[in-house]
Each structure stands twice: as C-alpha cells, then as structure tokens.
C-alpha cells in the first residue's frame, strides 16, 4: 500500500464517525417532515407549515448529498470542489390523521440544535394537540425547565451548543428541579450518557413519526 493509499484510508477513518452523524441528523431531518406532511389532508396543504416543512426536506437531502460527497471525494483521493447534485423531493400521497390523546394539550419542550430538525418534530407533535416551545442549546433548556412555565415532557438532542444533553440534565437535578418525562435523542446512535443523566428513554436519529409518538406517549403514562 502507497503513503497515498494509506493517508487516504486514514482520513476516511477519522471522517467516517463525523459523516455517520451528519447523515443520521440529514435523514431525521427528512423522515419527521416528510411524516408531518403525511398526516395531512389535502385540504391542509396549504401555508406557512406546510411550505416550511418541504423546504426543510430539501434541506436534510442536500446535507445527505454533501456528506456523500465528502466521502466519496476523501475515499478517492480528491478535492471536494463542486457542489453534489440531487433531485427534489415529491410530497407525499395523504393519509388519514390518527390523534394520540396522551399528546393533546400536554407542553413539551423540543431541544435540538438543528432548525430544520427542532421543526420538523415541533410540527409532528403540535399536529397532534401538543403545545410545543423549542430550544437550541442546552444553557436555554436549562434556563427554560428553571423556569415558571411547567412542562409535560421533554425531548432533549445529545448534542447540544453550551452544554450537551446530558450537562444540562445533570445540572437540572444538581438544582432541584422537578424532573418530567424525558425523552433523549442522538445522531450518534448511543443514548447511554442521556439515559445515565436521567432520560427516561431514548431514540437515534433518524426516527420515524411512529417511534417518536409511541415513546412521548410512554413516557407520558409515567
């Protein structure tokens, strides 16, 4: 094997882990729009929501394409210089909305740092009755759980700006906080260090409509 070869092997090793988790953010991007748009009747395909929600699901294909990129360019030797390709994404046939009554009126606070993907999982769970505030770093989580405003449940990235998921978990109990159902998620594909911290549960990214459902409702129960 060349020094070539061999430098190449290795820069795709380190890169490997990295794309792993941009592509696992890139498709939970798009599965909980595209399962936002799904439950909707025709009648409801109109709007800001609706608009919002597909140019986020060109967003995660997009991500998905650079990743792709990236290492196909790492893995041949080559600069990563022009932008990928893709297609756009159709909206998908309706389906009957299905309502989880466990969800309806609860608040819950949605913590990731990704926009598109905060957003999407806010609609999924606001089409569903739920009163959903969002947050994008684990310091603003904690300021918002510290707060007045009491929350059902909470649905909580690992990785997060100014504190991960687990820090700010950590930090709530070493305050006293009044612990509510919480529900960890990762691109990583490991919830240990949630579930250590006091996640009640935990799901990695990406997750379908129907895994993010069951387990708010679960934890719900509690």
Known sequence: MSIDESQTLASLGRLTPEAMHDVNNALAIIATSAGYLTRLEHAQRDGA??????????????????VCHRLLSVARGTEAHDEPTYGSVPPPSPRPASRHPRLALRRVLVVDDEPSFRRGV????????????????????????????????VVLDSDLPEGDGPSALRRLHQSGWRSVPVL???????????????????LAKPFTREALLRACTSLLRT
């Open 122 to 153: 806010a609609r999924l769970l606001r089409h569903e009755g739920a009163h959903v505030e969002m947050a994008e770093s684990g310091r603003e989580a904690v300021d918002l759980l510290s707060g007045p405003h009491a929350f059902d449940l």
């Open 49 to 66: 929501a609706y608009d919002e929600a597909l140019i986020d699901i060109l967003d995660g294909v997009h991500r998905a394409a650079e």
């Open 184 to 202: 960890g998620m990762s691109g990583h594909k490991n919830g240990e260090a949630l579930l250590e911290a006091g996640a009640g549960t935990f």
